[in-house]
């Protein structure tokens, strides 16, 4: 049973990383098509040669980063603000969150692109990230809300009866407890970002790719072994950092043991 | 300090860029240049495009479908054992997206297309080989890859708070592990499938692209169908009414999962 | 205490019962007991100490190491718990929150296919007996905490198992609840006539209710017997401390009947000890009468005085020792007084 329950699970893990490893296998493929025509590095010294590939990754990195700062401050709040709401006024506020969440993207995209359109905002990259910023404070709100159920609201108030003002015990007192939904919610964003490709399409402008819109003009005459190099590069370097960061958190609660035993 | 306000900069955001938008759609669905019209919801009903809905309600369905049967026993195995951390759960689920969904889709075509990864390994295990892509099953494979996710983490987020005394006072009571299941487990894991069953669902119906890439463009989806409207022919009204559409759907899924309180009873994304 | 029941034959016996966890945690240790049918039975003991997993070998939610349960004479230890004629009240209550009260005393019914009309019957004299009659279409969540208790019990209890686990179910009601609950669950198991194995740390609860209680520490049977035998006559220095207020000394047994501490040679009632053997005596803070210094077996000095309401709690100081004795007569700190002992009332243990 226990054999049939691992395997199940590498089952699923094998599909959903499959083309991950295609396409990294491909970035080292000496062909522009398909087929393993021996070890190159060449797609990768092409990034360098490639301008409109930079253009495209910096303005992906770009609108991910701001976008993704930006809704995890409002959404942060945000999510605060609504746990202390009640009634029909969070009931409403909810839904609304819903709303980017449940609905497909195309009617976001569209819907936003009508709104850009209706305020003579010229699309390009400031309605990129307006856009992002949309889509991505729904998921920051929910990875943030059950810590805010979780926590015990008596320790602010408990700052607060120690001479704490309101900012400071927020900082010092709901903040740590929140903050693993908050960086959640950030990654997340950050990462849907990334990913997304639908609603950019609808709410760039002429000449400011990222690199889905890239990927996507390419499709009909086959993707540049480049891109599958550049997404390699961003997908090790996600890799490095996560792996890097949980052995510091392991090392940290090591520590932690360490100490608490020797109590 | 009123902490309510703290939501005020959120509210004001979603009013603008969530709230006008809808209302700028269902103003289009009605208005061609100024003047009313029907002719975008007339439009739906053509024969040619209820074709179209059809055909994507149904590959939506059977994508959802497969989710679920899929998903649920995964997320049984993953809530069981104590020892899989909850964030890598959540991590290893959410960091194939760092590549971007769009090319993850296209690899596939690498994988399965007729001389393909997948064919290989078929025939050098001495099984026939297939024709995968450029069918509608393609992009129902394409659906279940890109959504899966959205199915797992609901339904495993709900069945990790299930209190195990719950189900140890179930056996306590003489019911044996399938009665379990079924009378105490699954009801209880109901929030977490129909959230999961609403987020993979509506952008399955939605999705475009993926008929593009996987299924040789030969089936015209509703996203597809949308995506025509505003980039092609420009018939804004047929296109708003498609979202107007969609929309009310979403509304209706709202009210039912409120009513069921389906995110509040742990059938949360997180 | 009177004997009302039959307590006869062991319906659960538990042979050499021992429990190392996965990290290597060894929290029972062979433990040998057994319980009589009809009996109620309190496993008690301060947290950790293995008494809430003996209780869940018996359910059947874990194996023991090794060792057997014995059931009626057959060793159904590696029988699963849907399989056990036992059934148990958990701690936090674990009520099917999805279904109404009615659905959750009638589960166990429906599992064992009872036709509708007897589970309707049968789910109405439960909630007469738990004293939540009409409350059938109840949601769970509706239910305050003591009610939610009195479901647990009767979703059990209509089972009609031979054996009732218990798991502390008293305690996370507030005081005056318990007291009544502990009442009420007396009467309930006199009633039916079920064997009740109930598990707490609680020793006040465990001398109201028991009538066998198994007192229970780091893993091992400490001791076994009556309320009255545990408290009046504690084999050893726990039980003596954790069965109620005790003074407990070192001391020396001079011969029978002759025990000596504190350089004074007294009186008492046990034998079998052997001569000059080091051994710990108890003695009960309300057993030692205080009289004017010079009658006194032992002098001492008042520290402290405490009202109790029924009577004074004074800490007295004599030989380096503080004895806490509980009296009606109340003496002044600083007050020099003498203390007297009976023979009775000094409980000679053996040393740990």
Not at chain 1, 82 to 109: A, D
Not at chain 2, 60 to 83: D, G, N
Request: aromatic content about 10%.
């Amino acid at each position: 049973m226990k054999f049939i329950k691992k395997s199940y699970v590498a089952f699923i893990l094998l599909i959903m990383y499959a083309p991950v490893a295609i396409l990294m296998v491909y970035s080292f493929n000496d062909s522009k098509l398909p087929i393993w025509k021996g070890f190159t590095l060449r797609w990768y010294e092409e990034i360098f040669k490639d301008y409109s590939i930079q253009q495209a990754f910096s303005n992906t990195i770009l609108v991910a980063v701001v976008s993704s700062i930006i809704a995890t401050i409002i959404g942060t709040f945000a999510a605060i603000g609504i746990e202390r709401m009640t009634g029909w006024k969070k009931s409403l506020v909810m839904n609304v969150t819903y709303i980017p969440l449940l609905s497909s993207e195309i009617v976001t995209g569209v819907s936003l692109m009508l709104l850009f359109g209706a305020l003579g905002m010229t699309p390009g990259i400031s309605t990129l990230i307006l856009s992002h910023i949309t889509f991505s404070i729904p998921y920051v709100i929910l990875s943030i809300m059950p810590k805010l159920k979780q926590l015990n609201y008596n320790i602010y108030e408990a700052a607060l009866d120690l001479g704490a003002k309101p900012s400071y015990a927020f900082r010092k007192v709901i903040l740590p407890e929140i903050l693993p939904g908050v960086l959640a919610g950030l990654f997340i964003a950050f990462t849907l970002s990334i990913d997304d490709f639908i609603i950019s399409f609808f709410n760039t402008g002429p000449g400011v790719d990222t690199l889905s819109i890239k990927v996507f003009s390419m499709t009909r005459k086959g993707v540049a072994p480049t891109i599958n190099a550049i997404s390699t590069i961003m997908f090790g370097t996600i890799i490095i950092i996560l792996i890097t960061t949980n052995i510091m958190a392991s090392k940290k609660q090591k520590k932690i043991n360490k100490s608490n035993k020797s109590l | 300090m009123d902490k309510k306000r703290l939501a005020l900069p959120y509210v004001i955001w979603a009013s603008i860029f969530v709230v006008v938008p809808v209302l700028i759609i269902v103003y289009y669905s009605f208005f061609d240049k100024g003047i009313f019209t029907l002719q975008g919801y007339k439009q739906v009903l053509n024969p040619r495009y209820l074709g179209n809905i059809m055909d994507s309600i149904g590959i939506a369905f059977i994508s959802t479908v497969i989710c679920l049967v899929l998903a649920y026993p995964l997320a049984m195995i993953l809530s069981s054992k104590e020892m899989s951390a909850k964030g890598i759960i959540l991590l290893l689920v959410i960091l194939p997206m760092w590549m971007n969904s769009l090319l993850r889709t296209y690899a596939w075509g690498y994988l399965l297309q007729d001389t393909g990864v997948v064919n290989s390994l078929l025939s050098s295990m001495g099984l026939p080989t297939m024709q995968f892509l450029y069918k509608k099953s393609a992009i129902v494979f394409g659906n279940v890859y890109n959504f899966f996710p959205f199915m797992v983490l609901p339904i495993y987020n709900v069945l990790c708070k299930i209190d195990k005394n719950v189900i140890e006072a179930s056996y306590d009571l003489g019911a044996d592990k399938f009665t379990t299941f079924k009378r105490i487990i699954l009801p209880l894991s109901m929030p977490g499938v129909i959230t999961g069953i609403v987020m993979v669902f509506m952008p399955a119906l939605t999705t475009f692209l993926v008929s593009r890439l996987l299924g040789g463009g030969k089936t015209t989806l509703l996203g597809d169908l949308i995506e025509q409207q505003f980039n092609k022919t420009g018939d804004w009204a047929f296109g708003s009414a498609l979202s107007v559409i969609l929309m009310i759907i979403i509304l209706i899924t709202l009210v039912f999962m409120s009513k069921k309180d389906s995110f509040d009873k742990g059938g949360g994304l997180f | 205490m009177k004997e009302t029941k039959q307590q006869t034959e062991p319906i659960i016996n538990l042979v050499n019962i021992s429990k190392t966890f996965d990290d290597g945690a060894q929290i029972l240790k062979d433990i040998n007991m057994y319980i009589r049918r009809n009996e109620f039975l309190t496993l008690l003991g301060p947290s950790g100490c293995g008494k809430t997993t003996l209780l869940r070998i018996i359910g059947g939610f874990e194996e023991a190491s090794s060792g057997e349960v014995l059931f009626e004479g057959s060793n159904i230890a590696k029988l699963p718990p849907y399989k056990r004629r036992i059934n148990t009240v958990f701690q936090k209550y674990a009520l099917f929150p999805h279904m109404t009260v009615g659905e959750n005393i009638a589960f166990g019914l429906q599992i064992k296919k009872v036709d509708q009309k007897t589970i309707d019957e049968k789910v109405a004299q439960m909630l007469e007996l738990v004293n939540l009659k009409g409350f059938q279409d109840r949601r769970i969540e509706s239910l305050s905490g003591g009610q939610q208790q009195r479901i647990a019990i009767a979703r059990a209890v209509v089972n009609e198992p031979e054996v009732l686990l218990l798991d502390e179910p008293l305690g996370a009601l507030d005081l005056k609840l318990r007291k009544g609950m502990q009442m009420e669950l007396k009467k309930i198991q006199q009633k039916l006539g079920i064997t009740f194995i109930y598990v707490t740390h609680d020793q006040e609860e465990a001398l109201t209710m028991s009538d066998t209680i198994a007192v229970m520490n780091e893993g091992r049977v400490q001791q076994i017997g009556t309320p009255v035998d545990i408290y009046n006559e504690p084999k050893n220095a726990f039980v003596a401390d954790f069965i109620g207020e005790s003074n407990i000394l070192q001391a020396t047994m001079i011969k029978d009947y002759l025990v000596s501490f504190h350089g004074v040679d007294f009186v008492c009632v046990d034998t079998g000890f052997g001569e000059n053997v080091a051994v710990d005596v108890v003695i009960r803070p309300e057993d030692i009468r205080i009289v004017k210094e010079e009658e006194g077996m032992l002098k001492g000095t008042v520290e402290s005085v405490t009202f109790k309401g029924v009577h004074y709690e004074m800490m007295v100081k004599s030989n380096n020792y503080t004895w806490a004795v509980h009296s009606t007569a109340m003496a002044p700190v600083g007050a020099k007084v003498g203390m007297v002992l009976t023979p009775e009332d000094i409980h000679i243990m053996k040393r740990g």
